[in-house]
């Protein structure tokens, strides 16, 4: 009924740190993208009494936000939009909104921090105006859909709602760590009672912050079971190599800056400070002068500072949107890089000596970021939640959450903090996209291999080996040998999966990465604009999404292009096996929708298909390891077991991870502590662990038909 329509700046400029373009990182747009996340959902919300509207928004109701860039063309993006349009502009934009609207003017607000009479302003002298759209709201619904058959048994008139202002027993917290859960708990119309300084000393204050607001949004704004939309982990972070002052960037700075304790605030206060990004230094009178009037730390902190900003409005938008508590990671998360490039070395190595490294680094690694994520946080998340949108560049999911990483205990997909205009548009929800079952069946494969190498027809042997020739879903597989191969081959594909079948690489931390086509490089944020790309793709390549590599990704690449859900690679991945893996993937649309429709779902989100898929293949890595690697199962054995752990998955059974230990315990005679022992000493990363999902799959519905 309401969409709303935000018009990004655009500029050729971006900042240093986590890639806004420095127009985003503007007080007039932070602010109307905070404004964004109090307005209704829906244009029945305005009629509603409090008790009402957080009934009414239990149900699954989002807020649908589109976010477009000022450069591009609007009007057609509008016209689309059937109900209420709401586009939040800055001031200069007004009159081009105003010229694309003009078809739909009888049912357009035009929201603006201006005087200009034409605009709504959010913002009053006590801050934003709780209220200032619903006289507005109320004006285009009676009189253009009043008469339209709307269900509307939530509301008892057609009365206006006034201020509500619930209280909720919460502080509001001076820090931004809570800000998001806040920013939540206002859109509903709740207000916090009195504020709180954290301690910056103590980073457990900053825990229980974020904690604390978490909880009080499950309570108050959640589902019927308090977890209806997951919860939101996310990590702030900058470019990976600026962590790294031994290097030209940061060398360049620090021989401009005289004093020892201003180097330091910037280096440990301000790019690699642990914690919540809160410090504090202790200085004799005189020792140090004010940082912020300082010429060049002042323009760090100041920028720095910008750039958070804007990424708490975006993630407070986000969690106002879904209806999802927000839960933020300390700054240590990011601080392990040259571990990620060490575990991407050993990876390649296929002797002994170096899969034994492997494991041993990323043992490290995991524990590494177990202990600075801290229990409290991971209990919290394993206790409540069955799902998780992820807004990290580092492999979060990769941690432990009770017996089993993040990717496997909870419905997963990813979304990466660098660059920040990418962050920005993902936050902006958008509207669900719903795909028939039958609209799958049509896959694109694009591969590319030299005549002579052994892999070149690995993917379409094992196509055929699990779907065979009576399938209904059916591949076409395009060889190309140019990047304007590739172009072509997408423009005459219509359909919504594609698979890529080939090498991939990248070039550091400095460097976009790229898929080998013929002799070229093919970087895909190139597609973006030139080509339509489907909104499913599933990489068969390595290192698409690498973990030693920049946020110029493959995967990103083709989440800037146009992909909704793009499944990658942190590593390199055995061709092989990745051929089976995507082989899998595919088969499952042939037998797993259908199955869903006998059991009387009619409705899954591809977040969720993939989610189960990636457990069903995890607990194939468990077994193979307990039968090859360790010689205690049967082969036998092996595929009763693997039968049961896909039932148990599949029936969306929350405990199928240990039910499959206890199944594995009885059929090996072994305790289940010790099956879980080998697995987290000896074989911590397995190969589906290579994968990464990217992207807002949560947003892709497919709907399962009778046919």
């Known amino acids: 009924m309401i969409d709303y329509v935000l018009i990004v700046p655009f500029g050729e400029e971006i900042t240093p740190f986590q890639g806004f ?96 009479e034409r605009v709504i302003r959010p913002f009053g002298e ?55 859960n806040q920013r939540c708990l206002y859109s509903f119309g709740f207000s916090l009672g009195g504020r709180e300084e954290l301690d910056f000393a103590r980073k457990e204050s900053y825990v229980d912050a974020i904690l604390e607001s978490a909880r009080c949004v499950v309570d108050n704004c959640g589902g019927e079971d308090g977890t209806r939309g997951g919860v939101v982990i996310y990590a702030p972070s900058i470019y990976p190599e600026l962590y790294n002052f031994n290097q030209k960037f940061w060398n360049d700075i620090m021989r401009k800056i005289k004093s020892t304790a201003i180097k330091y605030m910037l280096k440990n206060g301000v790019i690699r400070n642990e914690g919540y990004s809160g410090f504090s230094l202790s200085l004799e009178e005189g020792e ?22 804007i990424v708490v409005a975006a993630i407070s938008l986000f969690t106002s949107s879904t209806i999802r508590p927000a839960v933020r990671l300390p700054n240590a998360v990011n601080l392990s890089f040259s571990m990620l ?64 990483p993040l990717m496997f205990s909870h419905d997963l997909s990813r979304i990466p903090m660098t660059p920040g205009n990418m962050l920005m548009q993902y936050c902006a929800v958008g509207g669900q996209k719903v795909i028939l079952d039958s609209d799958l069946h049509d896959v694109l494969v694009i591969r590319s291999f030299a005549e002579e190498d052994e892999i070149s027809g690995v993917l379409e042997t094992a196509v055929e080996c699990f779907l065979g020739g009576s399938s209904k879903v059916k591949c076409t597989f395009v060889d190309v040998g140019s990047k304007d191969d590739v172009v072509k081959a997408l423009d005459s594909f219509y359909g919504n999966i594609l698979v890529f079948d080939c090498h991939g690489y990248h070039g550091g931390p400095k460097e976009n990465g790229w898929l080998c086509i013929g002799d070229e490089k093919l970087d895909t944020w190139s597609l973006a604009h030139k ?10 390549a390595c290192l698409t999404s690498a973990i030693g590599g920049s946020h110029a990704s493959v995967a990103n690449g083709l989440i800037r292009s146009g992909a909704i859900s793009v499944l990658g690679t942190f590593l390199p991945v055995d061709a ?32 969720k298909f993939i ?50 230990l206890s199944k594995l315990s009885n059929v090996c005679n072994i305790a289940s502590s010790d099956i879980q022992g080998w697995l987290e000493n000896e074989m911590p990363l397995m190969e589906t662990m290579y994968y990464c999902h990217i992207g807002r799959p949560d947003n892709i519905n497919i709907m399962v038909t009778d046919s």
């Open 21 to 116: 373009n420095y127009k985003v990182a503007d007080d007039e747009f932070i602010g109307l993208v905070h404004a964004a996340s109090f307005f209704p959902m829906h244009a029945a919300e305005v009629y509603m009494r409090h008790e009402q509207l957080v009934e009414f928004r239990k149900g699954g109701v989002e807020r649908s936000v589109y976010a477009i860039g000022e450069q591009t063309s609007i009007g057609s993006l509008l016209n689309m939009l059937a109900g209420i349009v709401v586009v939040l502009a800055p001031e200069k934009n007004i009159d081009h909104v105003v010229s694309a609207g003009e078809n739909i003017s009888e049912r357009l607000i035009i929201v603006s921090d201006s005087d200009d």
């Open 288 to 309: 140090m002068e004010n940082p912020y009037e300082h010429p060049i730390a002042g323009y760090i902190l100041r920028l720095r500072q910008r750039e958070l900003s």
């Open 531 to 540: 080509t339509r790309v489907p909104p499913i793709v599933l990489l068969s």
């Open 611 to 660: 989610s189960e898929f990636m457990r069903m293949s995890y607990s194939t890595d468990v077994v193979d390891f307990l039968q090859v690697g360790k010689g205690v199962l049967s082969k036998k054995h092996r595929s009763d077991v693997l039968v049961y752990a896909n039932k148990v998955i599949n029936i969306g059974d929350n405990e199928w991870y240990e039910k499959l």
């Open 126 to 180: 006590d801050g934003f105006l709780f209220n200032c759209l619903d006289g507005k709201i109320d004006e285009i619904f009676r009189r253009n859909f009043l008469s339209e058959a709307v269900d509307f048994s939530k509301i008892e008139s057609l009365e206006l709602r006034g201020e509500y202002n619930v209280p909720v027993e919460l502080p509001a917290v001076a820090q931004s760590v809570a800000t998001p």
């Open 341 to 404: 490039r060490e575990i991407e070395e050993l990876s390649k190595r296929g002797d002994e000596k170096g899969k034994r490294k492997l494991q041993k680094k990323f043992k490290e690694y995991e524990k590494h970021l177990r202990q600075h994520i801290g229990k409290k946080i991971t209990d919290y998340i394993c206790g409540e939640f069955n799902s998780c949108q992820l807004f990290a560049d580092v492999p979060i999911e990769w941690v432990r959450f009770g017996k089993v």
């Open 576 to 607: 092989r096996k990745s051929a089976l893996f995507v082989a899998r993937i595919l088969y499952r649309l042939e037998g797993y929708l259908p199955a869903l429709k006998g059991l009387g779902f009619d409705m899954v989100s591809w977040q």
